[in-house]
C-alpha cells in the first residue's frame, strides 16, 4: 500500500497508524465507508447506496475478510438497535471494566469470570421486541 497517496483518504488515514496490517487497514477503512455511504446514502445521495453495496461485495467474496466484516456488521447493528446492552457489554469486558451483576468478587478472593458471552446476530429480531 502506496501510504502517502492513500492517508489522503479520511478512511485509510483513520486505520493507518492503529493497524499494521496494510490488508486490515484496506478492508476496516471500506467498513467505516460502507458506514458513512449508507448513512449519507439515503438524504443526499442515492449512488452512494450502490457505492456502499459494491464495496461491500467486493469484500463478500474474500474469505479471509469475509467473517470478520459479517462480526463488525453485527456489533454495529447491536450497537445501534441496543445500545444501553451493548454498552453494559463494554463496560464488562474491557480491561478494568466493571464487574457484570450477581458475579461480584468475594472480599479477599480472585475475581470470578463473567460467563461466556455469545455473538449478538443483527436481522429482524433486534427490533422486535419493543
Do not use: C, S
Not at 21 to 33: N, T
Not at 67 to 73: C, G, K, N
Not at 104 to 130: E, I, N, S
Amino acid at each position: 500500500m502506496n501510504r502517502d497517496d492513500e492517508l489522503d483518504d479520511p478512511f485509510i488515514a483513520r486505520y493507518a497508524d492503529r493497524v499494521t496490517d496494510d490488508r486490515e487497514v484496506l478492508w476496516r477503512a471500506d467498513f467505516a465507508r460502507v458506514l458513512d455511504y449508507e448513512d449519507r446514502g439515503y438524504e443526499e445521495d442515492p449512488a452512494l447506496l450502490l457505492a456502499a453495496r459494491q464495496i461491500r461485495d467486493r469484500w463478500a467474496t474474500d474469505p479471509q475478510v469475509a467473517p470478520r466484516w459479517t462480526e463488525l456488521d453485527e456489533i454495529h447493528a447491536a450497537w445501534i438497535f441496543a445500545p444501553e446492552a451493548m454498552k453494559q457489554a463494554h463496560e464488562v469486558t474491557k480491561a478494568g471494566g466493571i464487574a457484570p451483576p450477581r458475579h461480584g468478587d468475594t472480599p479477599g478472593g480472585p475475581p470470578k469470570q463473567p460467563p461466556a458471552m455469545g455473538r449478538p446476530r443483527a436481522g429482524p429480531r433486534w427490533g422486535a421486541h419493543k
